[in-house]
């Protein structure tokens, strides 16, 4: 089973629902948590002990300048945007390369080569029994989808797959490839997070896969989230509460579970909610 949190903005909690999410399951069956937020990797709060890195790589053009006589034909022949122009000078977006070779066919100087390019890495290990699956982007490269298509081949097929899926929402549609079983959108009751509750819910059921609201860090007025679902017809699966103790980092590795049985009761009642409604 694969359940895929989002959420539209960064600061809504959702890696901490997802951490702990998958430690309270962790003991039940076996849980792998993926963290496809490449560009702030941050499942590394829980000290993993790491045991697998694998570079992804794919090839990309590059240019010797020397050769070059500045045709811009590789501008205007790559249909994947890869080459900017910029006045005489060219500028290569190596991770939109799909290697179909044709800018070299086009380059009558011969000045174009593919050659393989590092788009980040993905890293595996083990906590306590929980797996996690990190995706990080190299930092040269500018955006990796192909990076976050990549770790689908980390999903364990007999187990429950915990996405934390990165915040925006050009990167939550990458993440819906893995199309998962369940959509859990965390969100908070800012101004903010109130906008990208509703593109979150646009794409939701764009991807037609079943899909809630959580409210994470809910404020004694945080009703505005529960009536918009009820409005809309969304599954709401309740709230997490505010907690002063986790926002001012005395909770060690964010583990909430770990902190009362109050914490540990909540995680457990959303994956009960989660299985209903994964199920309907
Ligand atoms: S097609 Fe070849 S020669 Fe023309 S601008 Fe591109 S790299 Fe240079
Ligand atoms: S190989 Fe194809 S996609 Fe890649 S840069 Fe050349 S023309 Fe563009």
Known sequence: MIVALVSGCCGTGRTTVAANL??????????????????????????INWQEKVAVKINAPKIS?????????CVKNCRFGVFIQFKNSIVILPERCANCGICSSFCVDHAISLEPYT???????????LTVV???????AVKATSLIKRIRSYIDPYGLNIIDCAPDISDYDSCSIICPDFILIVTGDSRQERKWLAKAVDHSRKVNRPFGVLLNMASNNSSFIEEYCQEED????????????LASG???NYQLF????????????????????ASQ
């Open 22 to 47: 998958a430690l309270v399951l962790k003991d039940r069956f076996p849980v792998t948590l993926l963290d496809c937020d490449v560009e702030q990797s941050n499942t590394v709060l829980l000290p």
């Open 65 to 73: 300048f020397t050769n070059c006589s500045k045709c811009f034909n």
């Open 119 to 129: 788009l980040g890495y993905i890293h595996k290990g083990d906590y306590h029994g």
């Open 134 to 140: 990190e995706a990080r982007i190299d930092n040269s």
């Open 234 to 245: 969304i599954p709401y699966l309740g709230s997490l509460p505010y907690d002063e103790e």
């Open 250 to 252: 005395l909770i060690d």
């Open 258 to 277: 770990n902190h009362s049985t109050t914490w540990q009761e909540r995680f457990e009642q959303l994956w009960e909610y989660i299985l209903d409604l």
